[in-house]
């Protein structure tokens, strides 16, 4: 009986149970999981050089065989084995660090293919290759197979080779290469110029020509982007069918005033995304929109223009913060601004004294409309939220997904607004935002002056405390940041406890102040709180006063270990200051010399410009530490690159949104098997995620 897509792959010719279980861990479970395992890489060996040709420097793949070989326990935790080989040409040393396994295997007389960096050994000048791949050549057979053309390179994981992996995927191949289904409708294909998709899966595992792979890439990465965008979009259609909610009445009473009562006026951008929210809240279908701003945009006045919307609604205005420390000063903040207005604001946190507690849930749930700002105590059982108009949920992106559902699910499918300080490029919006209605805050209000961002090492902190000095003296603040909060023994960097010892030692004159993770909420609040009033000059900190804190009067911040931080983070941190109208400093401090933290700290001080370091720092370390996959909704593509193939994924996105605009049920004959793929999406890492 033959095979289908489905079937398990222990079932394919030559797999088994055991490394059936091996193939689970690289996420391989069925025939169709082994059909899209595509290579990370590929090893040119059309023509492969003999060991007289190599230079010291050079990365090759070379065909060797063993004369003698040793092995030797260095120091605990390095091992090396030894080999001297030859081939018609030459002898050389081969050496391969860490790699214990490989004895079982290795001996004088096995003809290897090895891959590798060339040195000349200090000893025996002999060329030495230190050895990253090792295949094993038994036969004429495997010479044929592995010499001669172009050869896929598989990830991997302990207990499996590369010429395994690879006669895996072969067999896979040859036992499902009849069952793939193209789904995507001619018209489509022929419109875009798409190669057709088996000949593209077979030239992404086995390229015949650079022209050739990049079309077989552009097919799969096209195919990766429609079917997620067309489900995306199927989404933000379906909320807009069933989202049905009560219209917001409001009267521009509260707003027109709020607007009067401000010492400035709100910028272009800010009333541009007023009126989209405005807009929305008129409607019977709930708003799903996320507000985008840079540090400093000016978020909080379009969340109480949102708030007040509900308020003269006669429904109450809900927003929730990821931190205690957030949440309080939004409610301080928001309640100063309002207490003219005589509209009533509850606080409602994880840690709050008994009677505290008991006061804002009792004006939340009375009948008299409020405004509602907490945390995720929120989402506890016993508070009720029902006679929600509004929810805004701030810095989004530091809450999961079931959080942010639960909270919505309490408030009976109330308007949404999400916000985010974090600047997001273009094609992760698109991708991890995409069934949401978007608004970007990309202007700062006049008046802003952008702090001015130097690297400096540590030789040149008694100048920099001297800076900080004359800021003390004109009665303006100091933050100083660490990583850590206790020093570490595994890795060398200050902590936030012994640089609050240090610092107030060299500002004795003036109050210093200490604030991590660690603290109580209410001390946390207490000290951001004396900072705040002033009471405290200096406050040494960990990146919890990250987002949203805002202290006018903060003018200097030093950013110890700074190469320990995501640029985006730094930027963020540097948020923090520059917001009283003056002139503000922000100081790096670091070690590090390597090339990669040059470029790093050069695009942070070269620019403020929030997308543009996001951009770069989400080449740099990825999507999953920048954004927090589980936390951004990132999926998992297996070829696709977010920043790469941008161009592709707006062409997807497109085409999607016509398709759904022509058909939305994809009911006619053109669309059944796309309709099919779609419906089949839960077999899928992407389809996954989307469930």
Same mark, same amino acid.
């Given at each position: 009986?033959?095979?289908s897509?489905?079937s398990?792959?222990?079932?394919i010719?030559?797999v088994?149970?055991?490394?059936?279980q091996l193939?689970?861990?690289?996420?391989?479970?069925?025939?169709?999981?082994?059909?899209i395992?595509?290579?990370?890489?590929?090893?040119?060996?059309?023509?492969?050089?003999c060991?007289?040709?190599?230079?010291?420097?050079?990365?090759?793949t070379?065909v060797?065989?063993?004369?003698?070989?040793?092995?030797?326990?260095?120091?605990?935790?390095?091992?090396?084995?030894?080999?001297?080989t030859?081939?018609?040409?030459?002898?050389?040393?081969?050496?391969?660090?860490n790699q214990?396994?490989?004895?079982?295997?290795?001996k004088?007389?096995?003809?290897?293919?090895?891959?590798?960096?060339?040195?000349?050994?200090l000893?025996?000048?002999?060329?030495q290759?230190?050895?990253?791949?090792?295949?094993?050549?038994?036969?004429i057979?495997d010479i044929?197979k592995?010499?001669?053309?172009?050869?896929?390179?598989y990830?991997?994981?302990?207990?499996?080779?590369?010429?395994?992996i690879?006669?895996?995927?072969?067999?896979?191949?040859?036992a499902?290469?009849?069952?793939?289904?193209?789904?995507?409708?001619n018209?489509?294909k022929?419109?875009?110029?798409?190669?057709?998709?088996?000949?593209?899966?077979?030239?992404?595992?086995?390229p015949?020509?650079?022209?050739?792979y990049?079309k077989?890439r552009?097919?799969?990465?096209?195919?990766?982007f429609?079917f997620?965008?067309?489900?995306?979009?199927?989404?933000?259609?379906?909320?807009k069918?069933?989202?049905?909610?009560t219209p917001?009445?409001?009267?521009h009473?509260?707003?027109?005033r709020?607007?009067?009562?401000?010492?400035?006026?709100l910028?272009?951008?800010?009333?541009?995304?007023i009126?989209?929210?405005?807009?929305?809240?008129?409607?019977p279908?709930?708003?799903?929109?996320?507000i985008?701003?840079?540090?400093?945009?000016?978020?909080?006045d379009?969340?109480?223009?949102?708030?007040?919307?509900? !308020?003269?609604? =006669?429904?109450?205005?809900?927003?929730?913060? /990821?931190?205690?420390? &957030?949440a %309080?000063?939004?409610? $301080?903040?928001?309640k100063?601004l309002l207490?003219?207005?005589?509209?009533q604001c509850?606080?409602?946190?994880?840690?709050?004294?008994?009677?505290?507690?008991?006061?804002?849930?009792?004006?939340?749930?009375?009948?008299e409309?409020c405004?509602?700002?907490?945390t995720?105590?929120?989402?506890?059982?016993?508070?009720?939220?029902?006679?929600?108009?509004?929810?805004?949920?701030?810095?989004?992106?530091r809450?999961?997904?079931?959080?942010?559902?639960k909270?919505?699910d309490?408030?009976?499918?109330?308007?949404?607004?999400?916000?985010?300080?974090?600047?997001?490029?273009?094609?992760?919006?698109?991708?991890?935002?995409?069934d949401l209605?978007?608004? !970007?805050?990309d =202007?700062?209000?006049?008046g802003?002056?952008? /702090?001015?961002?130097? &690297?400096? %090492?540590?030789?040149? $902190?008694?100048?920099?405390?001297?800076?900080?000095?004359?800021?003390?003296r004109?009665?303006?603040q100091v933050?100083?940041?660490?990583?850590?909060v206790?020093e570490?023994?595994?890795?060398?960097?200050?902590s936030?406890?012994?640089?609050?010892?240090?610092i107030n030692?060299?500002?004795?004159?003036?109050?210093?102040?200490l604030?991590?993770g660690?603290?109580?909420?209410?001390?946390k609040?207490?000290?951001?709180?004396?900072?705040?009033?002033?009471?405290?000059?200096?406050?040494v900190?960990?990146?919890?006063?990250?987002?949203?804190?805002d202290?006018?009067?903060?003018?200097?911040?030093?950013?110890?270990?700074a190469?320990?931080?995501?640029?985006?983070q730094l930027?963020?941190?540097?948020?923090?200051?520059?917001?009283?109208g003056k002139?503000?400093?922000?100081f790096?401090i670091?070690?590090?010399?390597?090339?990669?933290?040059?470029k790093?700290?050069?695009?942070?001080?070269?620019?403020?410009?929030?997308?543009?370091?996001?951009?770069?720092?989400?080449?740099?370390?990825?999507?999953?530490?920048v954004?927090?996959t589980?936390?951004s909704?990132?999926?998992?593509?297996?070829?696709?690159?977010l920043?790469?193939d941008?161009?592709?994924?707006?062409?997807?996105?497109k085409?999607?949104?016509?398709?759904?605009?022509?058909?939305?049920?994809?009911s006619s004959?053109?669309y059944?098997?796309?309709?099919k793929q779609?419906d089949?999406f839960t077999?899928?890492?992407?389809?996954?995620?989307?469930?």
């Open positions: 009986m033959g095979l897509l489905t398990d792959v222990q079932y010719k030559g088994g149970p055991a490394i059936g193939l689970n861990k690289l996420g391989l479970f069925t025939l169709k999981d082994c059909l395992f595509f290579p990370r890489e590929y090893d040119d060996r059309r023509k492969l050089p060991v007289k040709e190599v230079e010291c420097g050079d990365m090759v070379i060797l065989t063993i004369e003698s070989m040793s092995d030797k326990k260095i120091k605990k935790g390095l091992h090396v084995i030894e080999a001297v030859f081939d018609s040409s030459d002898w050389m040393k081969a050496v391969w660090f214990p396994y490989l004895l079982k295997v290795l004088p007389g096995l003809k290897l293919l090895v891959k590798g960096k060339v040195e000349t050994n000893f025996t000048y002999m060329p290759i230190n050895v990253s791949e090792t295949e094993i050549l038994r036969s057979d044929k592995s010499t001669g053309v172009i050869i896929p390179i990830n991997l994981t302990a207990g499996l080779y590369q010429a395994q690879r006669d895996i995927i072969k067999q896979a191949f040859m499902g290469k009849t069952l793939i289904q193209d789904n995507l409708s018209h489509i022929r419109e875009h110029n798409l190669m057709e998709l088996l000949p593209a899966i077979t030239e992404i595992h086995y015949t020509s650079v022209e050739n990049k077989a552009y097919r799969i990465v096209f195919d990766e429609f997620y965008q067309l489900r995306l979009e199927k989404q933000r259609i379906q909320h069918q069933i989202a049905k909610t917001l009445i409001y009267t009473a509260f707003i027109n709020y607007y009067q009562a401000l010492p400035y006026r910028t272009n951008a800010q009333n541009k995304v009126n989209e929210i405005l807009d929305d809240l008129r409607k279908v709930a708003m799903n929109r996320l985008q701003g840079d540090v400093g945009a000016g978020k909080t379009v969340a109480i223009v949102t708030l007040l919307a509900a !308020i003269e609604s =006669e429904k109450n205005g809900v927003l929730m913060a /990821p931190t205690d420390i &957030l %309080t000063q939004h409610y $301080l903040k928001i100063l207490e003219p207005f005589n509209i509850s606080l409602l946190k994880g840690k709050m004294k008994k009677r505290e507690k008991e006061e804002s849930l009792a004006m939340i749930e009375s009948s409309p405004i509602v700002i907490g995720h105590a929120l989402i506890e059982q016993y508070v009720s939220v029902s006679n929600c108009g509004v929810m805004i949920i701030d810095e989004q992106h809450f999961g997904v079931m959080q942010r559902i909270l919505q309490k408030a009976n499918n109330p308007h949404c607004l999400f916000m985010t300080a974090t600047p997001i490029p273009r094609s992760y919006m698109l991708t991890c935002f995409g209605d978007k608004s !970007i805050i =202007e700062l209000p006049p802003r002056i952008k /702090p001015k961002t130097s &690297l400096v %090492t540590d030789e040149f $902190l008694p100048q920099i405390y001297q800076k900080c000095v004359e800021r003390l004109l009665k303006e933050y100083i940041v660490f990583p850590l206790e570490s023994e595994k890795v060398d960097l200050k936030a406890v012994d640089g609050f010892e240090s030692i060299i500002f004795k004159e003036y109050q210093v102040g604030i991590h660690r603290m109580k909420p209410d001390e609040s207490e000290i951001m709180k004396e900072f705040k009033e002033n009471k405290i000059h200096i406050l900190s960990t990146t919890v006063i990250e987002v949203g804190v202290v006018p009067n903060a003018s200097i911040m030093v950013i110890q270990d190469d320990r931080f995501g640029l985006s930027h963020q941190l540097r948020g923090r200051i520059g917001r009283g002139q503000s400093y922000c790096l670091s070690k590090s010399n390597s090339e990669q933290a040059k790093r700290f050069k695009a942070i001080t070269d620019t403020a410009d929030g997308f543009k370091i996001a951009e770069y720092d989400l080449k740099i370390r990825g999507p999953g530490d954004l927090g589980r936390q909704g990132l999926p998992q593509f297996q070829l696709a690159d920043l790469r941008e161009q592709v994924l707006l062409l997807a996105r085409v999607a949104k016509h398709v759904l605009k022509e058909d939305p049920s994809l004959e053109i059944q098997s796309l309709k779609l089949s077999d899928t890492m992407i389809g996954q995620h989307l469930n």
